[in-house]
């Protein structure tokens, strides 16, 4: 049983929200410094191309440039996390339309970016590959001639294949011999920009010994100062970033952008330097979501047991691939499902091509894959004349039970979120005409890594916590506010948490991977337990007692033994604090390795004959949460993941003719908002303890995986048509229908 609390799992008022409503939140393009100057980057209209020549004369002597910054100006090294692969401007050549040729700073942005256009850059255009299949040709055109350059082991690479990952178990060929039916599919998903509403941006003031203070829209400051240190060649400890209020993020906010850029020209001038994208950059040249291929093959007994499954990934990762920290999109080992198999086989790919780089979306590679192993066993089920409910729930993993890649998970819950999803959907209920309900399962671990907290408690009885991690508009300084007051025994808005920067804060690993609950929250509470600790010495000291025969509860300490004996925090707090703050540290690092969350979802779809048109009109989802610490930020993080979901499966597309992106604004480019949600029944399981601070799981991404297959296999239910490419377009649509009607 789950310990009593008095704050956790409970409504809590969010502390950002205040500024937020009020336009008093600051953003890195906010910020406004004495001498700014405006950075503007020239991008090639190219896909691919070689430079023959470029001219800076005409941009140089514009009235208000103070600087013009070519490759031939920086040093010759290249961007990235795991593979190195990238120039901070093209050097030689230009590989995707949108990377920037060169770069200026002016007195203001509108005179930056006149200078910018009056750059002449001639080209020699190169054959290019946009598509995975084109791509992995062996006469495709190659992005990159000198792979070897990036990675120290070249094993399996081969023409615009960099990195092949691979994961057996069981004996392949003895579980197709064992297999009474082997089907086969292919899926393939598109690329969608992150959507978060406030563009990347930079200011940097550096200093002429290389030293230098950084305004970014990071989520990961120190992650954003390691790499920035490299790349510029100088020491961390020479780099402030001072992280600020953040306008969304959904994995994308977690790479350099235009910070090198801002340093060289900052260096350059003497002056700060800003640059901002615009909207038609972010979408053609910010790391959107990896387009893929996924092909998989299942053998199975008459009965609809799972006997051997084999997969091949092929991601897309446009012609650069340091923006994610592997070389393989890490959803790879997601593609048996959470399903009993005995014999598996999965192989990934990453592949270049003359599309912008990708990198990190809101659950990378999980969504791509979830929607094609979903997709796929609606099919199975279909195939078999089993009812695709009970088809997973035949094969799902039960307690004690390994996965088929080899992990040992506690507490499993993917058949609880299963049943709960399809009796709450009305599962068994007959449809009308041209409706539908789809099922779809997944899972994903809490991520792991580092961080660490100041907890200060004042004279007064306020407290602040001091954090790296970065709020990203999910609420996470709330949760950690929650925590914080939690152990300390007052109320949450006595909390305050404090954003630091990378000089005072201590290290954090960055607001990614549904981790900030777990490492950040981990921090907090070992920093609050000690706090609590300290004054709880104090404490006893004026009551007469011993530390241990002291609790405190609702603001006050109380002696066990003669409950009557109270003192106030603010009274503890003024003995605690007659030489200043009362302060207490803790860190945390760890890798969560025991547990995951199961995600259930059952869509309803309504389809229209005559135009194709797909209403998703309800949509249940069930998640396994462990203790959530504040519902309606879960609420939200589900709601949210449903959204984004939705806008991957039927409407968002980066789509390109020749290379040239065909969207340049959010005016053309389909992202839902609140009037295209339908109904959510927000569900939490959270009788299965998981691992942050008072038993809860990572939730901000495992809900959006199953949403693109739940619609896929509704839309196969109202209509018998099966589309296995997305986006799930009125087009593509009208056709399947048309076709299935001839």
Same mark, same amino acid.
């Given at each position: 049983?789950?310990?009593?609390?008095?704050?956790?799992?409970?409504?809590?008022?969010?502390?950002?929200?205040?500024?937020?409503?009020?336009?008093?939140?600051?953003?890195?393009?906010?910020?406004?410094?004495?001498?700014?100057?405006?950075?503007?980057?020239?991008?090639?209209?190219?896909?691919?191309?070689?430079?023959?020549?470029?001219?800076?004369?005409?941009?140089?002597?514009?009235?208000?440039?103070?600087?013009?910054?070519?490759?031939?100006?920086?040093?010759?090294?290249?961007?990235?996390?795991?593979?190195?692969?990238?120039?901070?401007?093209?050097?030689?050549?230009?590989?995707?339309?949108?990377?920037?040729?060169?770069?200026?700073?002016?007195?203001?942005?509108?005179?930056?970016?006149?200078?910018?256009?009056?750059?002449?850059?001639?080209?020699?255009?190169?054959?290019?590959?946009?598509?995975?299949?084109?791509?992995?040709?062996?006469?495709?055109?190659?992005?990159?001639?000198?792979?070897?350059?990036?990675?120290?082991?070249?094993?399996?690479?081969?023409?615009?294949?960099?990195?092949?990952?691979?994961?057996?178990?069981?004996?392949?060929?003895?579980?197709?011999?064992?297999?009474?039916?082997?089907?086969?599919?292919?899926?393939?998903?598109?690329?969608?920009?992150?959507?978060?509403?406030?563009?990347?941006?930079?200011?940097?003031?550096?200093?002429?010994?290389?030293?230098?203070?950084?305004?970014?829209?990071?989520?990961?400051?120190?992650?954003?100062?390691?790499?920035?240190?490299?790349?510029?060649?100088?020491?961390?400890?020479?780099?402030?970033?001072?992280?600020?209020?953040?306008?969304?993020?959904?994995?994308?906010?977690?790479?350099?952008?235009?910070?090198?850029?801002?340093?060289?020209?900052?260096?350059?001038?003497?002056?700060?330097?800003?640059?901002?994208?615009?909207?038609?950059?972010?979408?053609?040249?910010?790391?959107?979501?990896?387009?893929?291929?996924?092909?998989?093959?299942?053998?199975?007994?008459?009965?609809?047991?799972?006997?051997?499954?084999?997969?091949?990934?092929?991601?897309?990762?446009?012609?650069?691939?340091?923006?994610?920290?592997?070389?393989?999109?890490?959803?790879?080992?997601?593609?048996?499902?959470?399903?009993?198999?005995?014999?598996?086989?999965?192989?990934?790919?990453?592949?270049?091509?003359?599309?912008?780089?990708?990198?990190?979306?809101?659950?990378?590679?999980?969504?791509?894959?979830?929607?094609?192993?979903?997709?796929?066993?609606?099919?199975?089920?279909?195939?078999?004349?089993?009812?695709?409910?009970?088809?997973?729930?035949?094969?799902?993993?039960?307690?004690?039970?390994?996965?088929?890649?080899?992990?040992?998970?506690?507490?499993?819950?993917?058949?609880?979120?299963?049943?709960?999803?399809?009796?709450?959907?009305?599962?068994?209920?007959?449809?009308?005409?041209?409706?539908?309900?789809?099922?779809?399962?997944?899972?994903?671990?809490?991520?792991?890594?580092?961080?660490?907290?100041?907890?200060?408690?004042?004279?007064?009885?306020?407290?602040?916590?001091?954090?790296?991690?970065? !709020? =990203? #508009?999910?609420?996470?300084? +709330?949760? &950690?506010?929650?925590?914080?007051?939690?152990?300390?025994? *007052? %109320? $949450?808005?006595?909390?305050?948490?404090?954003?630091?920067?990378?000089?005072?804060?201590?290290?954090?690993?960055?607001?990614?991977?549904?981790?900030?609950?777990?490492?950040?929250?981990?921090?907090?509470?070992?920093?609050?337990?000690?706090?609590?600790?300290?004054?709880?010495?104090?404490?006893?000291?004026?009551?007469?007692?011993?530390?241990?025969?002291?609790?405190?509860?609702?603001?006050?300490?109380?002696?066990?033994?003669?409950?009557?004996?109270?003192?106030?925090?603010?009274?503890?707090?003024?003995?605690?604090?007659?030489?200043?703050?009362?302060?207490?540290?803790?860190?945390?690092?760890?890798?969560?390795?025991?547990?995951?969350?199961?995600?259930?979802?059952?869509?309803?779809?309504?389809?229209?004959? !005559? =135009? #194709?048109?797909?209403?998703? +009109?309800? &949509?249940?989802?069930?998640?396994?949460?462990?203790?959530? *610490? %504040? $519902?309606?930020?879960?609420?939200?993080?589900?709601?949210?993941?449903?959204?984004?979901?939705?806008?991957?499966?039927?409407?968002?597309?980066?789509?390109?003719?020749?290379?040239?992106?065909?969207?340049?604004?959010?005016?053309?480019?389909?992202?839902?908002?609140?009037?295209?949600?339908?109904?959510?029944?927000?569900?939490?399981?959270?009788?299965?303890?998981?691992?942050?601070?008072?038993?809860?799981?990572?939730?901000?991404?495992?809900?959006?995986?199953?949403?693109?297959?739940?619609?896929?296999?509704?839309?196969?239910?109202?209509?018998?048509?099966?589309?296995?490419?997305?986006?799930?377009?009125?087009?593509?649509?009208?056709?399947?229908?048309?076709?299935?009607?001839?």
């Amino acid at each position: 049983m789950a310990e009593e609390c008095c704050y956790i799992g409970r409504a809590t008022e969010r502390q950002e929200a205040p500024d937020k409503a009020r336009g008093r939140a600051v953003y890195a393009g906010d910020v406004q410094l004495p001498g700014m100057l405006h950075g503007a980057a020239l991008r090639s209209p190219f896909a691919h191309a070689r430079i023959l020549k470029i001219d800076t004369a005409a941009a140089r002597a514009c009235p208000g440039v103070r600087a013009v910054i070519t490759a031939a100006d920086l040093p010759p090294r290249r961007l990235g996390k795991q593979i190195k692969d990238q120039p901070l401007l093209a050097q030689d050549k230009v590989r995707f339309a949108g990377e920037r040729v060169a770069v200026v700073a002016a007195a203001d942005e509108a005179i930056a970016r006149r200078a910018a256009a009056l750059i002449r850059v001639d080209y020699e255009p190169l054959p290019a590959v946009f598509g995975i299949e084109e791509a992995i040709k062996a006469d495709a055109p190659l992005v990159h001639e000198n792979i070897k350059e990036y990675l120290p082991s070249s094993t399996g690479v081969t023409g615009n294949i960099y990195a092949c990952e691979r994961i057996a178990t069981g004996d392949l060929e003895a579980g197709w011999a064992q297999s009474d039916y082997i089907f086969e599919d292919t899926f393939s998903t598109h690329s969608v920009h992150q959507g978060y509403l406030e563009n990347h941006a930079a200011i940097v003031m550096a200093e002429k010994d290389g030293r230098a203070t950084v305004w970014s829209s990071s989520k990961a400051p120190f992650g954003l100062r390691q790499h920035l240190a490299e790349y510029i060649g100088v020491p961390e400890s020479h780099l402030r970033i001072l992280a600020l209020t953040v306008g969304g993020d959904f994995g994308g906010k977690g790479v350099i952008m235009d910070e090198p850029l801002c340093y060289y020209l900052s260096l350059l001038t003497g002056r700060p330097v800003r640059m901002a994208m615009r909207r038609s950059e972010e979408l053609a040249a910010a790391n959107p979501r990896h387009p893929s291929m996924i092909t998989i093959k299942s053998g199975l007994k008459k009965s609809g047991e799972l006997v051997a499954r084999q997969v091949r990934e092929v991601f897309n990762s446009g012609a650069y691939g340091g923006a994610k920290p592997t070389l393989v999109v890490e959803s790879f080992n997601k593609a048996a499902g959470p399903y009993r198999i005995p014999h598996l086989l999965l192989e990934a790919y990453s592949v270049y091509s003359n599309n912008e780089p990708c990198g990190y979306c809101r659950s990378p590679g999980h969504a791509q894959t979830v929607f094609a192993v979903e997709s796929h066993m609606d099919m199975l089920a279909r195939r078999l004349k089993m009812d695709p409910c009970s088809f997973r729930l035949l094969n799902i993993l039960t307690e004690g039970e390994a996965a088929p890649t080899g992990e040992t998970w506690q507490d499993l819950r993917g058949r609880e979120v299963l049943e709960m999803a399809a009796r709450l959907g009305d599962w068994q209920a007959a449809r009308p005409e041209g409706t539908g309900l789809g099922l779809a399962l997944a899972y994903r671990g809490t991520g792991g890594g580092e961080s660490g907290a100041v907890v200060k408690v004042n004279s007064d009885g306020s407290v602040e916590v001091i954090t790296g991690a970065v !709020e =990203t #508009g999910t609420g996470s300084w +709330t949760i &950690l506010r929650q925590i914080a007051a939690e152990e300390l025994g *007052i %109320n $949450p808005k006595m909390v305050r948490v404090v954003q630091g920067d990378t000089s005072v804060a201590p290290s954090d690993s960055g607001s990614a991977a549904s981790r900030a609950t777990y490492t950040a929250g981990w921090a907090v509470q070992k920093a609050a337990q000690g706090a609590a600790a300290l004054l709880k010495e104090t404490a006893a000291a004026m009551l007469g007692c011993l530390p241990g025969e002291v609790a405190i509860r609702e603001g006050s300490f109380q002696q066990l033994s003669q409950p009557e004996h109270l003192l106030t925090l603010r009274d503890v707090a003024a003995k605690a604090c007659k030489r200043g703050p009362l302060v207490a540290h803790g860190s945390f690092e760890g890798r969560n390795k025991d547990t995951v969350a199961f995600a259930a979802q059952l869509a309803e779809v309504k389809v229209d004959q !005559e =135009t #194709g048109a797909v209403q998703v +009109t309800r &949509l249940v989802a069930v998640t396994d949460t462990g203790r959530i *610490i %504040n $519902p309606p930020a879960a609420e939200g993080q589900v709601e949210g993941c449903v959204m984004q979901g939705i806008g991957f499966t039927l409407w968002e597309d980066l789509a390109k003719r020749g290379g040239q992106l065909c969207s340049s604004s959010l005016a053309d480019y389909h992202q839902p908002t609140s009037l295209d949600l339908p109904q959510v029944d927000v569900v939490f399981l959270e009788d299965a303890p998981g691992p942050t601070p008072f038993g809860g799981k990572g939730i901000g991404e495992v809900p959006i995986t199953p949403v693109a297959a739940a619609i896929a296999n509704a839309l196969e239910d109202a209509t018998g048509v099966r589309i296995t490419d997305l986006p799930l377009t009125p087009e593509k649509v009208w056709r399947a229908l048309q076709k299935k009607s001839q």
